[in-house]
C-alpha cells in the first residue's frame, strides 16, 4: 500500500508559478503566469475563489506568502513593484504598498515569545478603547465605487492587526533589496549590503539572524549561489521594545489609511455638478455685450427687481428653474454628506491617531529603551504637529461648509423667487416673504463671490469662484482660490500680536492658504519620517557574519524563472538551527545536501554540511527486483523539523524516468559526528567530493507518481498534507501524507471485512474488462482505479484514480 493518499487531481489550464500551503488549514493558495491568485481546498482541489490581476495590483506575480495565522496572503508584483495583502476569506485587497525593486521571495514568520514582558504585553488589554471615540464604517454608497476598496473595507483594514502575535513580513528582490514589515504593513528594517539577487530568505523565530540565499552574477555569465547570515542581534535583544513600538506604528500606519479612505469618500460626494454656476456665470462675462459687472446685474435684480436681457437669458434659458432646484438640493446633499464624513470620520480618526502618537513619543523620550531602535522624540513631535494642523484644517473645512450652506440656501431661495416672477408663474406664499435681513445677506453674498477675477480666470480658466468647498478636496501644490476670510478673528488677531504664542510648540499652525489634501499629505510626510528613522538606525544595525559561495547555476533565474528551484530554507525554533537544503546535480547528481547553522551567528555547530546518498536506500523500497538504479533529487522541502520530503528521478533517464514521493527521515542524518573541513573561500561544489554522506532506509514512506512527470513539491507538515506540480507546471495532486490506518484495520477486523472483500474484488475484476486502460498499476494500490460509487467510498477518498 502507498504511504501517502492522494485526495486530489487536477490539470490547471495556466502554469503555476507559487504554490503556497496556509499555515492553519486545509487551503493552498497558487499564483499563475497569467497573474491570477487562486485558492483551493485540500478535498477535491477544489477552487474556493480566484483573484484576477487588475491595474492597480499588476498582473505579474513574483512571490507568496501566507500570514502565520492564515488570515492573509501577501503577494509582490514585479510590474508596478507593489506588495499586495488580501484576505483569505473574501479575496479582498486589504492594504498595499510600493517597493524599491521588484520582489523575488519572501517570507511571513511568527516570532517566539521567550520574555515575559512581551508575554505580558501580549495579555494586556488597549485601554485606549475605554475612552477613545469609536472609528465609524465608511458609507456604502461611498466606497463601493473606489477602485481598490470595496464595502466594509475600513473595518477590515483597521483589523489588520486582529489578534495577531508579533509577526514578520521579509522581502527579498534584485540588487539586494531586503526589507521587513512587522504586522505585514509598517516597515521596521531596511537592510542593505546583500549582494545579488535574493532567491530564497528565513529570518529566525528569535529574531537573532536572517538566512539568505543569494543569485550573484560572476565574470563567466554563470552566477554563483550563495548562502549568506546576516546578524540581527539588536531586534532580538530590544524584542519587547521592538513588539511595543511596531504594534503602536502598525496601529497608526492602519489610522493613515483609514483617513485616506475618509478623504476619498468626501472627494466622491462632491460632484462636478457643484461647479456649474461658476461656469455658468463666466461664459455669461465673455458673451455679454454690455461693460455692466456681473455683480451689478444681479444687485439691481435683487434691490429693483429689473434685469437685462442678458441675465434674463442666462437665468430662463441656460440655467432654467428645474436646473436651479436640481443644482439646489445637489449642492445641500452634497455638502451635507461631507460635513457628516468631516465630523464622524476625519475628525475622529485624526483624535485617535493624535493618541497614539502622544504614546510614541512616551516611549522615544524612554531613551534607555528606545534610542537603540532609532525612535527620535523630535521627528515624533513633528508628526504631532502635522496632525494637529490637519485636525485645524478640517475644522476649518467645517465651517466653509456651514456658511456655505447658509449663502446658497438663502442665494438660491431668492434667485427662484426672481425667476418665478420673470417668468409670470405662480410664487408660493410661503416663499414670498423676504425680510431686509434676508436681502442684506444676499447681498453681502453677491458682493463677496460674484465680482469677476482676472487672475483667477488665468490660474482656473474662470472669472468667479461661488462653490468654495471643492477647492479644499483638490490635491493640488496651489494656494486656495478663495481662502476663509479671516478679518475681525480676536484670537488670530491677539496670537499674531504675541511673540511668544507665535512661536510657541503648544500652538498647532493652521495654513489658511493651502487645501486639505496639501495638510494631509505634509502629515503624512511628518508620520513616514518619524516611521523611517527606526527601519534605517535597525537596518544599519545589521551585519553580515557569515558567507559562503556555494555552486554556480547553469542558467540565470532572472532569464528564465525557476520559482521552485531549491535551495529551501527551514528555521528549526525549538533547536534555533537554520537548515539549508540543496543539490548539485552537475557534481553530485545522486547527493543532496544539508547545510545548518546555529540561528546565532557566533555560536559553531557540529557537523554543519551533510549529504544524503540517494542512490541505494531507495532500491529495496521501490523495486528490488530490478537491477540498481541511481535516483536524483529534483525538489525538496523541509516537512518539518524531523522530515524532508523529496521528488525523485532515476537519474540518467529524461525520457519515461520513474518519480518518486518520498519522506526522508533526518535524525540519523542530523546526529552525524563526521566533521568536514571546509575553506568557504571556494566554492562548495570544488570540495564536494569530501562532503561525508549519509544512507537512509526509506521503509515504506514512498510513492511511485505514475503518469506525471512530477517536477516540485509544497509541503506542510502541521496540516500533514503535500502538493506535487507536474514539470509543465499544470498538472497537479495533492496528497495527505500521514495516513492513519485505525479505520481501515477495524474494518477487516469486522464479521463483514470477508463479504466485504469478495464483493470488492466482483467490482474491480467487472472494471478491469470493461475499463482496461484505466487500470492502475499495482504499486499505485489495486482498488484506486475503481469508481468512488462503485466501491461504495466518498468522492474524496477515490480522488487518486486515473489522472485527469
Known amino acids: 500500500m502507498p504511504a501517502f493518499r492522494q485526495v486530489g487531481e487536477k490539470q490547471l489550464p495556466n502554469p503555476i508559478l507559487f504554490m503556497v500551503w496556509s499555515p492553519k488549514r486545509d487551503l493552498i493558495a497558487l499564483a499563475n503566469r497569467a497573474g491570477e491568485l487562486l485558492l483551493h481546498r485540500l478535498a477535491n482541489f477544489q477552487r474556493v475563489w480566484s483573484l484576477a490581476p487588475n491595474e492597480n495590483t499588476g498582473k505579474e506575480i513574483t512571490a507568496l506568502a501566507w500570514r502565520p495565522d492564515g488570515k492573509i496572503l501577501a503577494f509582490g508584483v514585479g510590474d508596478t513593484r507593489k506588495v499586495v495583502l488580501c484576505d483569505a476569506e473574501k479575496a479582498e485587497i486589504l492594504h498595499l504598498f510600493p517597493v524599491e525593486n521588484p520582489i523575488t521571495c519572501m517570507q511571513w514568520m511568527d516570532v517566539l515569545e521567550e520574555s515575559s514582558i512581551l508575554t505580558s504585553f501580549y495579555n494586556s488589554e488597549d485601554e485606549s478603547n475605554l475612552f477613545l471615540p469609536k472609528l465609524a464604517t465608511l458609507p456604502k454608497s461611498y466606497s463601493t465605487t473606489s477602485k481598490i476598496f470595496s464595502e466594509e473595507k475600513s473595518d477590515e483594514v483597521m483589523n489588520l492587526l486582529g489578534d495577531a502575535r508579533l509577526n514578520m513580513l521579509v522581502l527579498g528582490g534584485h540588487s539586494g533589496f531586503v526589507e521587513l514589515y512587522a504586522y505585514g504593513m509598517y516597515r521596521i528594517a531596511t537592510l542593505s549590503g546583500v549582494p545579488g539577487t535574493c532567491r530564497s530568505l528565513c529570518l529566525s523565530s528569535d529574531l537573532k539572524s536572517l538566512a539568505v540565499v543569494t543569485e550573484i552574477k560572476a565574470t563567466d555569465d554563470q552566477p554563483e549561489i550563495s548562502y549568506i547570515q546576516l546578524d540581527t542581534k539588536l531586534l532580538s535583544d530590544c524584542l519587547p521594545e521592538l513588539a511595543r513600538m511596531a504594534f503602536k506604528f502598525t496601529h497608526i500606519s492602519t489610522l493613515l489609511q483609514y483617513l485616506r479612505l475618509s478623504l476619498t469618500c468626501m472627494c466622491e460626494a462632491w460632484e462636478d455638478i457643484l461647479m456649474q454656476m461658476d461656469l455658468r456665470l463666466t461664459k455669461f462675462v465673455q458673451e455679454k455685450n454690455t461693460n455692466t459687472q456681473v455683480q451689478d446685474e444681479f444687485l439691481e435684480l435683487l434691490l429693483w427687481g429689473k434685469s437685462s436681457p442678458e441675465l434674463q437669458g442666462l437665468l430662463m434659458n441656460q440655467l432654467t428653474v428645474k436646473g436651479l432646484k436640481k443644482l439646489s438640493q445637489s449642492i445641500e446633499s452634497s455638502y451635507s454628506s461631507i460635513q457628516k464624513l468631516v465630523i464622524s470620520h476625519l475628525q475622529t480618526g485624526a483624535e485617535v491617531l493624535l493618541y497614539h502618537l502622544s504614546e510614541v513619543k512616551g516611549m522615544s523620550l524612554w531613551k534607555q529603551k528606545f534610542q537603540p531602535l532609532g525612535l527620535d522624540a523630535s521627528a515624533v513631535e513633528d508628526a504631532i504637529t502635522a496632525v494637529g494642523s490637519f485636525t485645524l484644517k478640517a475644522n476649518e473645512l467645517l465651517q466653509v461648509i456651514d456658511k456655505s450652506m447658509k449663502n446658497f440656501k438663502a442665494f438660491f431661495r431668492w434667485l427662484y423667487v426672481a425667476m418665478l416672477r420673470m417668468s409670470d408663474d405662480h410664487?408660493?406664499?410661503?416663499?414670498?416673504?423676504?425680510?431686509?435681513?434676508?436681502?442684506?445677506?444676499?447681498?453681502?453674498?453677491?458682493?463677496?463671490?460674484?465680482?469677476?477675477?482676472?487672475?483667477?480666470?488665468?490660474?482656473k480658466g474662470k472669472y468667479f469662484n461661488v462653490e468654495c468647498v471643492g477647492q479644499y478636496l483638490k490635491d493640488e501644490d496651489e494656494d486656495l482660490v478663495s481662502p476663509p476670510n479671516t478679518e475681525g478673528n480676536q484670537w488670530l488677531s491677539f496670537m499674531k500680536g504675541s511673540t511668544h504664542l507665535k512661536e510657541s510648540p503648544l500652538l498647532f499652525p493652521s495654513y489658511p492658504q493651502k487645501s486639505l489634501h496639501y495638510v494631509k499629505r505634509m502629515m503624512e510626510s511628518a508620520i513616514e519620517l518619524c516611521l523611517l528613522k527606526p527601519a534605517e538606525v535597525i537596518g544599519k544595525s545589521v551585519k553580515q557574519a557569515f558567507c559562503v559561495p556555494l555552486y554556480s547555476a547553469a542558467e540565470s533565474s532572472e532569464s528564465s524563472p525557476r520559482p521552485f528551484e531549491l535551495p529551501s530554507l527551514w528555521n528549526d525554533k525549538k533547536a534555533a538551527m537554520h537548515y539549508v537544503v540543496f543539490s548539485m546535480p552537475e557534481v553530485s547528481p545522486c547527493l543532496l545536501y544539508l547545510m545548518r547553522r546555529h540561528t546565532d551567528p557566533h555560536r559553531p555547530v557540529p557537523s554543519p554540511l551533510i549529504a544524503i546518498d540517494l542512490s541505494s536506500s531507495l532500491q529495496s523500497g521501490i523495486d528490488s527486483?530490478?537491477?540498481?538504479?541511481?535516483?536524483?533529487?529534483?525538489?525538496?522541502?523541509?516537512?518539518?523539523?524531523?522530515?524532508?520530503?523529496?521528488?525523485?528521478?532515476?537519474?540518467?533517464?529524461?525520457?519515461?524516468?520513474?518519480?518518486?514521493?518520498?519522506q526522508l527521515p533526518l535524525g540519523s542524518v542530523l546526529s552525524c559526528e563526521e566533521e568536514f573541513t571546509w575553506d568557504h573561500t571556494q566554492k562548495l561544489e570544488q570540495q564536494a567530493a569530501g562532503v561525508p554522506a549519509q544512507m537512509l532506509a526509506l521503509e515504506n514512506q514512498w510513492r511511485i507518481l505514475e503518469n506525471m512527470r512530477a517536477q516540485f513539491v509544497a509541503v506542510n507538515g502541521v496540516r500533514r498534507v503535500a502538493c506535487v506540480l507536474s514539470s509543465n507546471l499544470r498538472h497537479v495532486r495533492v496528497f495527505e501524507m500521514d495516513v492513519e490506518d485505525e479505520e481501515d484495520e477495524e474494518r477487516l477486523a469486522s464479521p463483514e471485512a470477508s463479504a466485504e472483500q469478495e464483493q470488492l474484488e466482483e467490482l474491480l475484476a467487472s472494471h478491469v474488462d470493461g475499463e482496461g486502460e484505466g487500470e492502475r498499476p499495482e504499486g499505485e494500490g489495486g482498488a484506486e482505479g475503481a469508481p468512488a460509487e462503485a466501491l461504495g467510498l466518498p468522492e474524496e477518498q477515490a480522488l487518486d484514480a486515473d489522472p485527469l
Open 427 to 459: 410664487v408660493p406664499p410661503e416663499l414670498n416673504k423676504i425680510t431686509q435681513k434676508d436681502i442684506a445677506f444676499v447681498a453681502d453674498f453677491l458682493s463677496e463671490y460674484f465680482s469677476e477675477n482676472e487672475e483667477l480666470f488665468d490660474r
Open 625 to 662: 527486483s530490478r537491477d540498481a538504479h541511481q535516483y536524483g533529487c529534483l525538489d525538496a522541502r523541509i516537512y518539518d523539523d524531523e522530515t524532508l520530503t523529496v521528488v525523485l528521478r532515476e537519474a540518467g533517464e529524461e525520457e519515461g524516468s520513474q518519480r518518486v514521493l518520498a
